[in-house]
Structure formats: structure tokens, C-alpha cells
């Protein structure tokens, strides 16, 4: 086992940019200096800019995935080359004609697990076997669990899923596939449970372990690279806005950071304005947001989007949308819904979750807001990750034409 290069040198408190920590071993609980017990701040990696290969960005990239883009994340285990990363750039005509100006989907279905949960644990993953860690374990109903498990696998790693009831029918199934041993427990109770793991069996977290969300460090480093493939794909220029599916807020933070270092390297000028598209029964970013907080919880209220339907938001997510100039924005499972059938017709099944992005776009567009472009939105998952997939009955019928056509019409098709 080797690890790639990186110019990864040292984790630094988000509470107080002055702190900082040996880059090993990664302080899962946040920083112990500034945290209080209302709000836990988060470390980030920081890294030696002065020795990223001047032409990292000008070489030609055959599907290299994260491991291209070694120096500029926490080291990688070699083993983890899985086509993770590189995913495509998707115009929809329905949504440039809606926003008036040129809009483009960012599809990380694409990936090995089919979400953008990937690009975080091939970071985490390598961080648990780099440091010699017994497992690997983490909290989740959804694709964070689904990825664990993959990357987990493929390094022999035993992991451990803490899951609720409800989990969806695929997620269980890629669970199972992988060889995870799964605990269902009630949700509130995951987090103690997860606690108990890391310190009595000594396995790597790679989810939440605080009060409001610090995560793991060097996760988020992996949404990073979305903002470098945005970079080339978009002839080596920034978006003007980017629109996420918001939980704790991982994602958005790692593509507003990706672009802050495009900026200090000198690559681009112009900072993405992050948009956190969230449930909105729950909502915890736009509170902290209208209550001017680091970071805050909100009581738990039913919502369709299992996957981003979170109740405590993180510093990360704050800092990302204050300091892009940015928005929280609130978007109900009916608009999600709407935003899920419309790229569906589009040949995009994403999950209602993923579909977050779109839904947080249209409604700014319905509110006055104007573009000038280019929009990207992040279309996160596969709509094989929710929840009611495969509830659906199929019967034979009869095959005389009458009948054929009868069900034609049924269906809605013009015969």
C-alpha cells in the first residue's frame, strides 16, 4: 500500500483560522479548542500552494479521476483508482429556456455508487487505511453508507452501517453486496452507537461525531474536484452561480472551496455565488443564516428528501454561502418532485434529493432573479436511491391490437 503525492501539510480550525494541527491523525471531532458545547467548529486541510505542479491544470486529463488531482487533496491509497470523479456536463433545453441564460447539470450519478458521496469517502477511506485503522464506521440511511461500504471492500476493511428504519430497497442491496454488517437502530440513537464503535472496536468514523457538523476533515477535500472538472469543462472558466442539494452542508462547502483555491492559484478571478437548496420543512442553514449563527438545529419535520433532510447544519455550509455571496434557499418536496419529473423527461433519473438544485434554481427564477450565466446545478444521486423504487406492480394483459391500443391511450400516447 502507497499513498500518491500530496501537498496536503496541516488542518487548520475554521473557529479560528490561527489554530492549527499536524495533517495525522484527522480530528474527526472538530477543533477541541474552539467547539463550545452550542457549536462545534470543523478543521480543514490546508496545503503548500508553492508545490502544486504549475501545470496541473494544463495537462490532459484520460479519465484520471481524484487521483489526478493528487497534490491538491489529503493522500490517496493507490488502491482506490475506481473511476470516481470525471462525471459529465449535461444541458437540459427545458431549464435554459426557463433561466434565460446558459445552464448546465452537473450529473454525479455518474459515479461508482452512483452519487457524489464518492468523491467524499475515497478521501475518508484512505484516510481510515493510512492510519491503520481496524473498520470503518458510519451513520447513514442513504448513499453515504452505499459508498463506505464500496470503498470499504475494496481495501478489505470491515465496515460497519448505522442505519434507520426505512432505508431504501437499493441501498440495502449495495449494502449487502459489499458485505457490510448493518445496525438498525432508532435515528436519534445512531450517533451514540457510532460513538461507541470508534471507542470500544477502534474503527475510523466517517460521519459526524459532533453537536452541530464538523464531519470528517479530509472528506469535503473530495467535493473539491467538482469545481476543478467544472474549471475545464467549462473552457477554464468559473459559473456564475451554483446550485446544491444541501444536508449538513459537505458538498457546498468543497465546490465553494475548490473555486477559492482556483482564485489562489491564479487560474480564475470570479468566486461562484453557492446556492444551498434545502427541505424546506427542516432547513437548518437558512435559520443560522437569518439568525446570524455559526451554525444551529431545527426540530425534526417530515420531509420526502430523506437524503437532505438534515436538522443541524454545519460552519462549513455557513462560510461557503456568506463568503460567495450566495443564498439558503428553502424548496418544498412538491418542488423537488417537479424538478425530478422534469429531468426525468430529460433522460436524468435522479433522486428526489439530487434534484434539490433544480428545484432551488426554478423558484429563484420564478421569484425575479436573473442570470447572466453560465448556472450550474448538481444533480447528486440516482433516482434508484429513493425510497418508494420498486413498490410498483406490473401485470400481463391481453395482446389483441384492440387492447394494445386501449393501453396506448391509457398511457397517454397519441394513437
Not at 474552539?34 to 470543523?42: E, M
Request: charged residues 20%.
Amino acid at each position: 500500500m502507497t499513498a500518491v503525492a500530496s501537498a496536503a501539510i496541516a488542518q487548520r480550525s475554521m473557529g479560528d483560522p490561527a489554530i492549527e494541527y499536524p495533517l495525522w491523525p484527522p480530528l474527526t471531532s472538530g477543533c477541541p479548542k474552539t467547539s463550545t458545547k452550542a457549536v462545534s467548529f470543523p478543521v480543514e486541510v490546508t496545503y503548500d500552494y508553492e508545490a502544486v505542479p504549475s501545470d496541473l491544470f494544463q495537462r490532459e486529463r484520460p479519465s484520471a479521476g481524484l487521483h489526478g488531482w493528487a497534490p491538491l487533496l489529503p493522500p490517496l491509497d493507490d488502491r482506490l483508482h475506481l473511476g470516481i470523479g470525471d462525471t459529465p456536463l449535461l444541458s437540459v433545453p427545458s431549464i435554459d429556456r426557463f433561466t434565460g441564460a446558459r445552464t448546465l447539470l452537473k450529473d454525479e450519478s455518474r459515479n461508482l455508487t452512483w452519487s457524489h458521496k464518492d468523491r467524499l469517502n475515497l478521501c475518508t477511506i484512505s484516510a481510515a487505511a493510512l492510519t491503520g485503522a481496524a473498520g470503518v464506521v458510519v451513520a447513514s440511511s442513504g448513499n453515504h453508507g452505499a459508498s463506505a461500504a464500496a470503498l470499504s471492500a475494496r481495501l478489505g476493511l470491515p465496515c460497519v452501517v448505522i442505519t434507520s428504519t426505512g432505508m431504501p430497497p437499493a441501498i440495502g442491496s449495495f449494502l449487502a453486496a459489499y458485505g457490510a454488517a448493518v445496525i438498525v437502530v432508532e435515528r436519534e440513537a445512531r450517533w451514540q452507537v457510532l460513538r461507541d464503535i470508534v471507542s470500544r472496536l477502534h474503527y475510523h468514523p466517517v460521519s459526524n461525531l459532533t453537536t452541530t457538523h464538523t464531519g470528517h476533515p479530509f472528506g469535503v477535500e473530495g467535493y473539491k474536484t467538482i469545481a476543478y472538472e467544472l474549471f475545464l469543462q467549462l473552457d477554464r472558466t468559473a459559473p456564475e452561480a451554483v446550485f446544491v442539494p444541501t444536508g449538513y452542508g459537505e458538498l457546498l462547502y468543497g465546490v465553494h472551496k475548490g473555486f477559492a483555491e482556483l482564485r489562489e492559484l491564479g487560474l480564475t478571478s470570479r468566486l461562484p455565488r453557492m446556492y444551498a437548496c434545502e427541505p424546506a420543512a427542516r432547513a437548518p442553514l437558512a435559520r443560522a443564516l437569518d439568525l446570524g449563527l455559526p451554525a444551529t438545529t431545527v426540530p425534526s419535520a417530515d420531509t420526502s428528501a430523506y437524503a437532505i433532510g438534515t436538522t443541524v447544519s454545519g460552519y462549513r455550509s455557513t462560510v461557503a454561502v456568506r463568503d460567495s455571496g450566495g443564498q439558503a434557499i428553502r424548496v418544498t418536496d412538491e418542488e423537488m418532485a417537479v424538478a425530478q419529473r422534469e429531468l426525468a423527461r430529460a433522460g436524468m433519473w435522479q433522486e428526489l434529493s439530487a434534484s434539490a438544485g433544480v428545484a432551488g434554481l426554478r423558484q429563484m427564477i420564478a421569484s425575479g432573479a436573473r442570470f447572466d450565466g453560465p448556472i450550474v446545478c448538481l444533480c447528486t444521486s440516482s433516482g434508484f436511491k429513493d425510497k418508494n423504487v420498486g413498490q410498483g406492480t406490473w401485470q400481463a394483459g391481453d395482446t389483441d391490437w384492440t387492447s394494445i391500443r386501449r393501453e396506448l391511450h391509457r398511457q397517454g400516447l397519441p394513437v
